[in-house]
């Protein structure tokens, strides 16, 4: 619909910069482009318009509050707005489009090492140029909810593209060293997120949902690297106990972050079933026993399965009588029902088809989302997402 009224085209009303309506109109279109970017980059689809068909202008960083009685604004401000976080999303989304489809690309991409510092290049200028209140700690208390999401945002699409090229490098050496550096980009984002809500732990139900995908997404490619420098002959046998004891400890910052979340969001307790079983291949795979990984003990004594101590208990809140398995349709809305016989030829594509994408060379990993549907989900029923609901507008 956007694109058919044509608001990826400047108005001829551009030399009017800070008109108001001329302001919204761009917004609505940045808006939609940055939300359709980062979908399609975090879930490994096609993005829907390539920017070459694209002139509008990103819209001003203005208060809306001293707009002129004639619809004009005067000029833009240097404090937060509601405008700024858009802005800030907008410049990263045309950055991750701009690299997503030579690096994510299933072609070669012959010239791997060039794309892909010139897309590290592309996004530390972009952090470079951000406006000093996305780093003040004196900010509206409004502001750090949707500021934190830009940095995610950011740390989550130099994962997946560090992810992607990779994928395309040949040698072990050079696959390394991308996979070091999007392993530290990893362990900032899970510190940062940890640190985040343990800090907030009354979050928005909408930014707990990012909360949890980006630490979720984190927590793979952490896996990831993990599980393909310890394939490597080269990885001595302290590098191995120094890397497991590092993705321990991270892991159990993820862990202990969800946990908290699986209070106000269901997502958190999915994660948690599919972090379980994860750790469990990971240590099935470093050839670790069950006793060395020691992220469970602490919280839940006595528990002997790692995906068991990760699952809150029947008696939990947000957990379904016959717990997560049950598949009560009042409970997760029908989410968790364990397909059976041919009705799912492909179970896996009952799960985001963007987690699958970071073990599709190690099919031993992948079946961590087996009968985990519709995960991260999307379709809860409750009256926090029953839109429909009138007592929602008074």
Same mark, same amino acid.
């Given at each position: 619909?956007?694109?058919?009224? /044509?608001?990826?085209? *400047?108005?001829?009303? #551009? ?16 808006? =939609?482009?940055?939300?359709?970017? @980062? &979908? ?9 318009? +390539? ?38 999303? %907008? ?26 510092? !010139? ?20 900010? +509206? ?9 830009? &940095? ?53 139900? /909408? ?10 997404? !984190? ?18 046998? %302290? ?22 979340? #699986?209070?106000?969001?269901?997502? $958190? ?5 599919? =972090? @379980? ?28 399965? $790692?995906?068991? %101590? ?6 939990? +809140?947000?957990?379904?009588? @016959?717990? !997560?398995?049950?598949? =009560?349709?009042? @409970? ?10 041919? *009705? ?6 009952? %799960?985001? +088809?963007?987690?699958?994408?970071? &073990? ?8 961590? &989302? ?8 999307? $379709? ?9 609901? =009138?007592?929602?507008?008074?």
């Amino acid at each position: 619909m956007a694109l058919g009224l /044509g608001l990826h085209r *400047e108005s001829a009303k #551009s030399n009017e910069l800070h008109d108001f309506a001329l302001n919204r109109r761009r917004t609505i279109f940045w808006t =939609l482009y940055s939300f359709d970017s @980062g &979908f399609s980059i975090t879930t490994g689809r096609p993005t829907t318009l +390539p920017d070459t068909y694209i002139d509008v202008r990103i819209p001003s960083n203005v208060d809306d509050l001293c707009q002129r009685p004639d619809g004009r604004i005067t000029t833009e401000v240097a404090y937060p707005t509601t405008y700024s976080t858009l802005i800030a999303l %907008a410049r990263l989304a045309r950055i991750g489009n701009r690299f997503y489809g030579k690096l994510v690309s299933v072609e070669p991409c012959h010239d791997v090492e060039h794309q892909t510092s !010139a897309m590290e290049q592309s996004l530390s200028n972009w952090r470079a140029s951000l406006p000093s209140y996305f780093w003040d700690s004196d900010v +509206p208390e409004w502001f750090r909810g949707p500021r934190q999401v830009v &940095f995610w945002k950011e740390a989550n699409i130099r994962i997946l593209l560090l992810l992607s090229s990779q994928k395309h490098q040949k040698d072990n050496f050079d696959k390394l060293a991308s996979g070091k550096r999007y392993q530290a980009v990893a362990e900032e984002t899970i510190v940062d997120i940890s640190a985040f809500c343990s800090q907030h732990p009354d979050l928005h139900l /909408g930014l707990s949902w990012y909360a949890i995908y980006f630490l979720m997404q !984190a927590t793979l490619a952490l896996s990831v690297q993990h599980v393909f420098q310890d394939r490597l002959s080269s990885t001595t046998a %302290a590098d191995r106990e120094r890397a497991l004891h590092t993705y321990q400890d991270m892991c159990l910052r993820s862990t202990t972050c969800l946990r908290s979340l #699986s209070k106000i969001d269901k997502a $958190a307790v999915r994660s948690l079933r599919v =972090l @379980g079983r994860l750790l469990d291949k990971v240590r099935h795979s470093s050839g670790s026993p069950r006793t060395e990984i020691g992220l469970y003990s602490a919280s839940r004594p006595g528990t002997s399965d $790692a995906t068991e %101590a990760l699952e809150p208990r029947h008696s939990h +809140p947000l957990m379904p009588p @016959g717990g !997560a398995d049950a598949g =009560l349709p009042g @409970g997760f809305g029908g989410l968790n029902t364990v397909p059976s016989g041919n *009705e799912v030829q492909d179970w896996s594509m009952a %799960a985001d +088809p963007s987690f699958h994408m970071f &073990f599709h060379e190690n099919q031993d990993v992948i079946d961590i &989302f087996q009968d985990i549907n519709g995960f991260p989900g999307t $379709a809860e029923e409750s009256d926090v997402m029953d839109f429909g609901n =009138l007592s929602w507008y008074g």
